[in-house]
């Protein structure tokens, strides 16, 4: 496998479509002199963000394409910076917050499907999830940052990365054409996966503090 397809941190999902999607994509690209990994970025960012609107207005089944692609694109850029030797620091910061943006517009693209379709639990239940869901994804990026820079030990990464968790938002939005309400599938993995991560970081976070 050539070094440019992942990185070290890639974990099983991520790894997956990298090598057997966005590896396919990547070569044919690099040919394009006038072509820069942030204008990659901005395509993947705007497909990714552009599935949260359309699956609240219930078009589940086109938000999945779109949030498909933009993850597809999110591993180009990063392939593309790579093989053409113009990756950076900046580039992977650009990157990094985008992808937040993106999280946030899908998570709230669920809540607003699910209320409107109505989903038979309450709102007020729904929307508790989504908020837990959305703030649980952040964290886990968040959290990985600020370990890094304090120099704290989280032990192996975790398994609710973006891309799993934005293979499970897609797969439960084409999931709607058998079951409406097959989107809160990915609500509760968000809410419960992140959650459970979060803590089980904030408890090693724990042990590693010296006593104050």
């Known amino acids: 496998m050539n070094d440019w397809q992942t990185k070290p941190s890639d974990r099983f999902v991520l790894r997956w479509m990298k090598i057997h999607l966005a590896a396919h994509i990547t070569p044919h690209l690099s040919g394009y002199v006038w072509l820069r990994p942030w204008m990659i970025t901005l395509v993947s960012a705007s497909l990714g963000i552009s599935a949260g609107p359309v699956l609240a207005l219930g078009w589940a089944w086109t938000a999945g394409c779109l949030g498909a692609c933009g993850q597809v694109l ?9 093989l053409t030797g113009r990756q950076s620091r900046g580039g992977a910061f650009w990157d990094s917050v985008w992808d937040r943006y993106a999280d946030g517009a899908m998570v709230m693209g669920l809540i607003i499907y699910l209320i409107r379709l109505p989903f038979p639990w309450p709102p007020s239940i729904v929307i508790g999830l989504g908020y837990l869901a959305l703030t649980g994804s952040n964290l886990i990026s968040y959290t990985s ?41 990915a609500l509760v993995y968000l809410m419960v996966h992140t959650q459970l991560a979060v803590i089980q970081r904030l408890y090693r976070a724990f042990r590693a503090s010296e006593p104050i």
Do not use: C, K, N, Y
């Not at 999110?74 to 790579?82: K, W």
């Not at 989280?154 to 999931?175: K, Q």
């Open 74 to 82: 999110d591993g180009v850029d990063g392939q593309f910076a790579r």
């Open 145 to 185: 940052a600020r370990a890094e820079t304090l120099q704290i030990s989280l032990g192996s990464p975790t398994l609710a990365s973006r891309g799993t968790r934005t293979a499970v938002m897609v797969v439960a939005a084409w999931g709607s054409i058998v079951w409406p309400g097959s989107p809160i599938i």
